[in-house]
């Protein structure tokens, strides 16, 4: 495999959710978190306010918080208009070229960012998909059970904190891309 060149790998955005529970719309999204792989120091993190009252307590314990104070957060429609304007600003800077979405588990993370983004923004930059990084990892090593081996590449302490966790696995990411061959 070649090394995917350092501008590209600022194309491609990390994303990590947390939620108060497992059902996207009747639960809510907690916290998620932004960060181009290229340069973790470039990420967004937001909190928003639950959209019901439904949670489970042992789903919003992992997040760290308390569902009086995420009552208190900002409200879904600001955290999702403050992240399309901080990706068309990325994109501005970046060129033409589409950003792509990844995660550790995009059929979780990538589903709720997608509802949000719709409900409360209308568009989904990311179009309909987004990539695993364990799918990845499994094909690079030719083995398919191996989905957490990639895991030892993060120097990002995972807490459940959406943007260290989307930290960590950027880090983990940029250094299989960066691999001139496998380990």
């Known amino acids: 495999m070649k090394p995917i060149p350092p501008e590209m790998l600022n194309r491609f955005i ?9 059902i996207i719309g009747h639960h809510s999204m907690v916290s998620y978190g932004l960060v181009s792989v290229g340069n973790p120091e470039i990420n967004h993190y937001q909190e928003l306010a639950p959209i019901s009252d439904h949670y489970v307590p042992e789903a919003l314990a992992i997040s760290g918080f308390e569902f009086e104070e995420t009552q208190a957060f900002q409200s879904p429609e600001s955290a999702v208009n403050k992240t399309l304007a901080w990706l068309k600003e990325l994109k501005h800077n970046l060129g033409d070229a589409p950003l792509i ?16 983004l719709l409900r409360y923004g209308g568009v989904n930059p990311f179009g309909h998909s987004c990539r695993s990084v364990p799918e990845l990892w499994c094909g690079q090593r030719g083995n398919i059970r191996d989905r957490k081996g990639w895991r030892k590449f993060k120097r990002t302490k995972h807490t459940h904190n959406a943007l260290d966790d989307a930290k960590g696995n950027a880090e ?3 250094h299989i891309l960066q691999m001139k061959s496998l380990p």
């Open 14 to 22: 990390m994303l990590d959710v947390e939620s108060n529970g497992p």
């Open 101 to 116: 979405l990844w995660s550790d588990n995009p059929g979780y993370d990538f589903g709720w960012l997608n509802y949000y």
């Open 172 to 174: 983990a990411l940029a």
